[in-house]
Nanobody, 114 residues
Framework: QVQLVESGGGLVQPGGSLRLSCAAS????????MRWYRQAPGKEREFVAS????????NYGSNVKGRFTISRDNAKNTMFLQMNSLKIEDTAVYYC???????WGTGTLVTVSH
């Protein structure tokens, strides 16, 4: 069955960096566009970034553009989110999503704090 397992979250100071990973299984990863979302406490889930199936096209939410980079390794069925210049307002649970597949993993918590 479909599984999406996010990892790489943690506690980081403002201005720091983290790299998130999303390990996918149960579907043909290389055929499916992927996305990152996040949900901060008390807020709705928010689009972060997307990447086409072969990685040639990427898009970013306005809140992260220029600071985050989405990528994927189809040989390893894994997607990444490199997060630089982190801000306190980036604190959230980060989720990966496969386009057209109704499944959410448990997410990985990113906390940006002094």
């Amino acid at each position: 069955q479909v599984q999406l397992v996010e990892s790489g979250g943690g506690l980081v100071q403002p201005g720091g960096s983290l790299r998130l990973s999303c390990a996918a299984s149960g579907f043909t990863f290389s055929n499916v566009p992927m996305r990152w979302y996040r949900q901060a406490p008390g807020k709705e889930r928010e689009f972060v970034a997307s990447i086409s199936s072969k990685g040639g096209t990427t898009n970013y939410g306005s809140n992260v553009k220029g600071r985050f980079t989405i990528s994927r390794d189809n040989a390893k069925n894994t997607m990444f989110l490199q997060m630089n210049s982190l801000k306190i307002e980036d604190t959230a649970v980060y989720y990966c999503s496969a386009t057209g597949i109704a499944y959410w993993g448990t997410g990985t918590l990113v906390t940006v704090s002094h």
